[in-house]
């Protein structure tokens, strides 16, 4: 793992660092890799085979770098394994994720979620009842991700309307996964806009990205608008 590490170090890019530490606040031990290089690394890492090796060492222990995390991720989500497998191998990586970064590279690269949505639904469960801020972050982007169509919309809006974290990054990816409900799922997603339990920041931060889409008409704009709390 030191020579890995070494190879991370060498991929920096100081500009990238100072921009992606600003997104990051809190964030102190990010390298600066754009994400398109990881991806290239973690690619490397699945097709020469040596995920098990790099796997059973990367998690034994915390990261050092936000990289070395949102690495792990990215060959989790390449893997063509049992999914039962990999289920074992998320439980170990879930509760080390520190930012939303490191969150949200990670969802995008489950794909495995879309052909097991049964299996991995009740697995997310664990998440969606935790009072880890990131951790329920995890459930919630995964959600919104791979849980919005007709099979699952009303489970999914369900959820998100029960989410309680005072966490400003659950907060802001509930009112994210709403806008997106909206877009694939308007009417269901408008019901549950006109009659909620959400708290007054995550309500009207997701009026407010669904106003943002260029894929919301402009009479649900308005709409929305009108729909505001003060």
């Not at 991929?11 to 890799?33: A, E, M, R, V």
């Not at 890492?45 to 070395?68: N, T």
């Not at 919005?148 to 029960?162: G, M, P």
């Amino acid at each position: 793992m030191q020579a890995l590490r070494e190879r991370l170090l060498s991929l920096q890019d100081k500009k990238y660092q100072k921009f992606h530490s600003d997104l990051c606040p809190g964030t102190t031990n990010i390298i600066g890799i754009r994400i398109p290089v990881l991806r290239q690394l973690a690619s490397e890492i699945v097709r020469q085979g040596e995920y098990p090796d790099y796997l059973q060492q990367a998690l034994q222990k915390p990261f050092h770098y936000s990289e070395e995390a949102t690495l792990c991720g990215m060959v989790l989500g390449l893997l063509k394994i049992d999914f039962i497998k990999l289920l074992e191998y998320l439980k170990l990586f879930v509760p080390r994720i520190d930012n939303w970064s490191v969150c949200d590279v990670t969802c995008s690269s489950l794909k495995a979620f879309r052909k097991n949505q049964q299996q991995g639904r009740r697995f997310l469960q664990h998440y969606l009842d935790s009072h880890n801020e990131y951790e329920l972050r995890f459930a919630v982007v995964m959600l919104m991700n791979y849980y919005n169509d007709d099979a699952y919309i009303d489970d999914t809006l369900k959820e998100l309307n029960a989410v309680r974290h005072e966490g400003y990054y659950v907060k802001m990816a509930v009112a994210w996964a709403l806008s997106l409900c909206f877009i694939k799922q308007r009417d269901k997603t408008m019901k549950l806009f006109q009659n909620n339990t959400l708290d007054d920041f995550t309500y009207n931060k997701a009026l407010q990205k669904c106003r943002e889409s260029f894929r919301v008409s402009d009479g649900d704009k308005a709409l929305l608008q009108s729909m505001k709390r003060k």
